[in-house]
């Protein structure tokens, strides 16, 4: 039998796969508290079939004999009992877990980048019996530039479905599937290459779709002053109940529970605000939602949530009535918001409140020189040098 020897001491006995009622591939390394060779096994009879028990069996023997080579002792760091748990399997438990724990967005996230993996499993690799084991930091980095490739996928994206595999791989690493996490060495696409594109809306588009709303769907467009005026975004509209709003104070109040940052805030209605939101029907059940979808596209109070991606949904069907450009999106009602009540000359401060912003840097990006406003300010306001 082939050995390693260190300074005339033999450090290794190499794998070897042994056949039997048990199913195993073992080795020998040097035991580092008594100095002397101790053997290892890793069970292979888990493993039902005995075409793949010795497929499996010689891609470990040859990995572990190459580690071994290089100096590699296993007594060293601790092993995942796991890992030769199905990959598919395992990520199902995951999903099943994710399940109980997250909000609707988020799960919609999660399930998407965890059906890229699976599919890239299945279909790229066609091995859709994988082991945890063979999930290695070469298909890691074969799956993310299989990412990076796709014309569909922006680097934003990229960086998303990266940071995404990366707690993945340390939930597995957590519960003792793997050891190292494959993901751990590559690294995102710089934030410079990633800029992020706001699209605002000019005067004439919003003109366009205030006269169409107000005649096709003034509920909607109550929504749409939300996100314009007081910088709500789409899934925290959705669950605002009647009893949120109070026109006589000109406040609305986001609560904890569907805030983005965990936390009650106040969001002021300014006063050029008002003649849309009368027409609300605010009396009757206050616990009821504000936007429901009892009637589809309606968005009356009811007790039936509207999602957010209802929202999105009736945007898409007024590009045609509206002309609405496909890269203007409700949410750019905001990134407009921002930018317009910025340029207004309310304080940037206040605006940060009424964004709910983390902090003031993050509002300052918006007090850009894109809009004609601040050009034409910027030109005439601009004082002499001396």
């Known amino acids: 039998m082939p050995t390693h020897q260190h300074n005339h001491r033999i450090s290794y006995i190499p794998a070897r796969l042994t056949e039997g009622k048990e199913w195993f591939v073992s080795y020998y390394v040097i035991y580092p508290p008594t100095g002397k060779l101790r053997r290892k096994k890793v069970k292979m009879n888990r493993i039902h079939s005995i075409t793949q028990r010795r497929i499996v069996a010689r891609k470990l023997i040859i990995d572990i004999n190459a580690k071994l080579y290089n100096g590699w002792n296993p ?8 890992s030769y748990h199905q990959l598919l399997d395992v990520l199902a438990t995951y999903m099943a877990i994710q399940e109980k724990e997250l909000e609707k967005n988020s799960l919609r996230s999660y399930r998407s980048y965890v059906k890229f993996i699976v599919e890239y499993i299945i279909h790229s690799l066609k091995t859709p019996k994988m082991y945890v084991a063979q999930f290695d930091k070469g298909t890691a980095a074969d799956l ?4 990076k490739q796709n014309p569909a996928l922006s680097n934003r994206t990229y960086n998303n479905y990266l940071l ?4 993945l791989f340390n939930w597995l690493k957590q519960y003792n599937y793997i050891t190292a996490n494959p993901f751990e060495g590559i690294t995102k696409i710089a934030k410079r290459k990633t800029p992020k594109i706001r699209q605002l809306i000019s005067s004439e588009l919003r003109k366009a779709l205030c006269d169409y709303l107000c005649k096709q769907n ?3 467009l109550s929504m749409c002053m939300m996100c314009y005026y ?3 975004r789409p899934n925290e509209i959705s669950y605002l109940k009647v009893s949120d709003v109070d026109l006589m104070k000109q406040t609305i109040l986001v609560r904890k529970e569907i805030a983005k940052n965990d936390k009650d805030s106040i969001r002021i209605i300014p006063d050029a605000m008002m003649p849309y939101m009368k027409h609300l029907q605010l009396t009757g059940d206050k616990d009821r939602y504000l936007f429901s979808f009892d009637r589809k596209y309606l968005f009356v109070p009811g007790v039936k949530h509207a999602d957010s991606r209802e929202i999105a949904r009736y ?3 007024l590009r045609d009535a509206v002309k609405i450009p496909v890269n203007v999106q409700f949410y750019s009602l905001k990134d407009t918001g921002i930018t317009n009540m910025l340029a207004d000359g309310v304080a940037a401060n206040f605006v940060q409140g009424q964004a709910d912003h983390s902090s003031l840097a993050i509002t300052s990006m918006y007090a850009g020189t ?3 406003a601040s050009q034409e300010q910027i030109r005439k306001k ?3 040098f001396v």
């Open 315 to 317: 945007w898409s069907t």
């Open 218 to 220: 003034p509920n909607y």
């Open 370 to 372: 894109t809009t004609p």
């Open 382 to 384: 601009a004082g002499a």
């Open 144 to 147: 993310m530039l299989a990412i």
């Open 164 to 167: 995404f595999y990366k707690v």
């Open 75 to 82: 007594f060293l760091e601790d092993e995942a009992p796991k």
């Open 230 to 232: 007081c910088f709500l």
